[in-house]
């Protein structure tokens, strides 16, 4: 029989998860707010904290909701929607100025967050497959949950979910969805939406913002501090944020490693520009150095290469806007742009994943 612990959580750390102590040992609990009383159990001990499950909420919070999905709790894409929309903008500004204090030694606060829609949001997702069940992975091991609604999803993802397409031989899929239609990976279509009155292009396979309805405040953001006439933009996609600001600019340069997107890039972007299919790390290294007044840079969340950061560190770009999915990486990259040359003029957080402490 489990042994059950009566606590009271502390606070909310990075990743959502509550914390508080057992004998003095810190705890994890998933699905908490501050002040709750909950009755818990051990699932995991560390050497230096436990890792908990919640059983029972005894005090509830006055931010505590009923969760708007059936399956919270079970399914891994969400772990804050039972708290208010308030209270996770709120942690999640709490969660940036702790990383950056913590992993970038970065004192920065009343960082301003920009909300989203809190639900149907998302347009881009991986669904899981096996023979019977299509859906989601449960919040642990390789289990696959069916689905057949997503709160968090727009409608042409939902619409995918209740089709009766049949993607075999592949036991994870990218679906990309737009107000009422979808598109899978598998199918490689060219895609076509407007955002902020402009056309842009990509392919269904391609990697693309997976909120794009808050795409238009992103792009008033990054036009308030691009400055001169030479972009670089690192990590550049398909070219989403040259297109957001290339009427700022005479000359765009941009890389990435994926070679597919420069049919898309030829099309999101009017302005004149070069691209170039090669690796950061590589770019970094070339001897013959582009002089750019603006650096655009938006990593995957592993962040940025100790060669790709002493490359920033050491530019004369007069303004380098990092762009970031995983605050951790981001401030411990920042700890090395900022040691010489730099220093940070703005810090804004985009809610792009609401109901998840992703940002």
Known sequence: MKKLYTVTIEKLIPGGK????IDGKVV?????LPGEKVIISIVEEKKNYSEAELIEVLEESTFRIKAPCPHYGICGGCNMQHMDYETQLKAKVDFAEN????NGKIKYTNIEIVPSKPLN????VQIHNDSEVRGFKKRSGSTIISIDHCPIAVEGI???????????????I????????????LLEENIQISVNRKQLFFNSSLFFQSNVSILPELSAHLNRFVAGDILLDLYCGVGLLSSMVEEKFKKIYAVEINKHVEPYIGKNI????????VSLEKWCSNKKKIKADTIIIDPPRTGLSKTVRHYLQKSKAETIIYVSCDPATMARDLKDILADNYKMEDFKLFDFYPQTSHM
């Open 28 to 32: 994890f609990v998933p699905f908490v």
């Open 158 to 172: 939902n619409k995918y979910l209740i089709s009766d397409q049949i993607d075999m031989g592949k036991e994870r």
């Open 270 to 277: 009017k302005t004149a520009h070069e691209f170039f299919p």
């Open 99 to 102: 990383l950056l204090l913590r």
């Open 174 to 185: 990218a679906v990309f969805g737009y107000e009422n239609w979808y598109s899978t990976e």
């Open 18 to 21: 509550g914390m508080c102590r």
């Open 121 to 124: 949001y998302r347009n881009r």
